[in-house]
């Protein structure tokens, strides 16, 4: 037996592994296209500011890990998946047969269409070699301007004010993290970012990039305003890189479809990370979760399935996203937005940075926000997972929603 896989990310890097233990004879490839060991992109920021060094962004730091367990390590792009021949083309021409096939090609960059997006010091912070380039000119004083305070945008942000930067933020939404935030704690952000010197336009747009001089740009932005910046980062969002696939018959959508053991729609290949459409927890609908938690789960599934362990069924991704902004600690979980008919509780307090935000259908946790309050993390998505019935203390919570910890062993002991 050949296992392929293509994507040398998270996901694939598990999925690898996993296979390794369920089947001790395989052939196990894994294809990254980067001229890189398999590395995490959410290690990228800490290798800006120097707190890490190449290596420690690497998935697995010592350098006979793949070998030891008998993975190849391709570094190549592949350009077609002929799924009646089951064969993969690389872009050099060459080819490789595999006898089941996962798909872990992860996400891209998303270039907005802004005119001058494409001239010299602007940067996706997506690779290795992004973060080298974007790591010398962020020194102390440089002048960045960050395009989006998205999850990602807002990562790449701590490491580019830690790093010296005068850092201006520009994001089109009406607060920060507009896909994880509702509008009192994506204020609340945004002002915990303003008092620690950053500069954020939100409801603004950059309407052209300029060249100004040998080596500035000039950032003009939608209110006719300018900014001159050394330096330009992108962080407007990721698209599932699944255009490899268009003269194929594995259908596609959002990303790529899967059922409940990530296959696709062609017998043998499977998909997983942030290029599959998979099962959503909380609204038992198919979508891309571009998050790691879900990419990381995604490929120990597809490996057991791969492998012939059909009863490992894929239960849902909770959608969950938890995010570091300068020592703010901040958290989303499943549907934080609400849902209809359903109600809420908050807690606001934005003179201390604290918020918490409830989201119930009938008496179940569906969904929370929370901001500075990071003890109850683990609380908020294990009701959420277990769909435990709060009873009485759904009220409760209502009255006062910091009484989470308790409403979560009470109706735990219900439940033993």
């Not at 592949?78 to 080819?95: M, P």
């Not at 099962?279 to 790691?292: K, R």
């Not at 609400?338 to 918490?356: I, K, S």
Request: proline share 4%.
């Amino acid at each position: 037996m050949h296992y392929v896989i293509i994507g040398a990310g998270p996901s694939g890097v598990i999925a690898a592994e996993t296979l390794r233990k369920l089947d001790a004879d395989a052939d196990i490839t894994l294809i990254g296209n980067e001229q890189e060991a398999p590395y995490s992109r959410m290690a990228l920021p800490y290798f800006l500011v120097r707190k890490i060094p190449e290596q420690g962004t690497y998935l697995r730091t010592s350098a006979g890990h793949f070998s030891d367990l008998r993975i190849a390590v391709l570094k190549q792009h592949v350009s077609q998946v002929h799924t009646t021949a089951q064969r993969l083309t690389f872009a050099d021409g060459t080819q490789l047969a595999y006898d089941k096939l996962l798909i872990a090609t992860g996400s891209s960059p998303v270039t907005p269409p802004i005119p001058g997006i494409d001239l010299p010091g602007i940067y996706h912070c997506w690779t290795l070699a992004d973060a080298r380039a974007i790591a010398q000119c962020a020194v102390p004083g440089a002048r960045v301007v960050l395009l989006g305070a998205g999850f990602i945008g807002c990562i790449i942000l701590e490491a580019l004010v830690k790093s010296g930067a005068e850092l201006t933020v520009v994001e089109m939404g009406d607060r920060m993290v507009p896909r994880m935030m509702n509008e009192r704690a994506g204020g609340l952000i945004k002002q915990w970012c303003a008092a620690k010197g950053v500069k954020v336009c939100t409801s603004m747009r950059i309407s052209g990039i300029a060249a100004d001089g040998a080596d500035a740009l000039r950032i003009s932005l939608s209110d006719g305003s300018c900014i001159p910046a050394d330096m330009l980062v992108a962080a407007a969002g990721v698209k599932p890189n699944i255009d490899f696939l268009q003269d194929c018959a594995i259908k596609t959508d959002q990303g790529i479809l899967i059922n409940r053991q990530m296959q696709t729609s062609v017998a043998g290949v499977y998909a997983a990370g942030d290029v599959a459409q998979g099962l959503d927890f909380s609204t038992g609908e198919y979508a891309v979760q571009a998050i790691q938690p879900t990419a990381s789960e995604h490929g120990q599934l597809a490996a057991k399935n791969m492998a012939g362990l059909r009863q490992a069924l894929h239960q849902g991704s909770v959608n969950m996203n938890v995010l570091d902004t300068l020592g703010l600690i901040s958290s989303s979980f499943g549907l934080w937005r609400g849902v209809n008919g359903g109600e809420m509780a908050e807690h606001y307090d934005p003179e201390h940075y604290r918020y918490l935000n409830l989201q119930f259908q009938d008496d179940r946790l569906v969904g929370a926000t929370s901001i500075g309050l990071t003890q109850h993390i683990g609380i908020l998505r294990g009701l959420i997972q277990s769909k435990i019935s709060l009873g009485v203390w759904k009220e409760r919570l209502q009255q006062d929603p910091s009484r989470i910890m308790e409403a979560y062993l009470a109706a735990s002991q219900v439940l033993t």
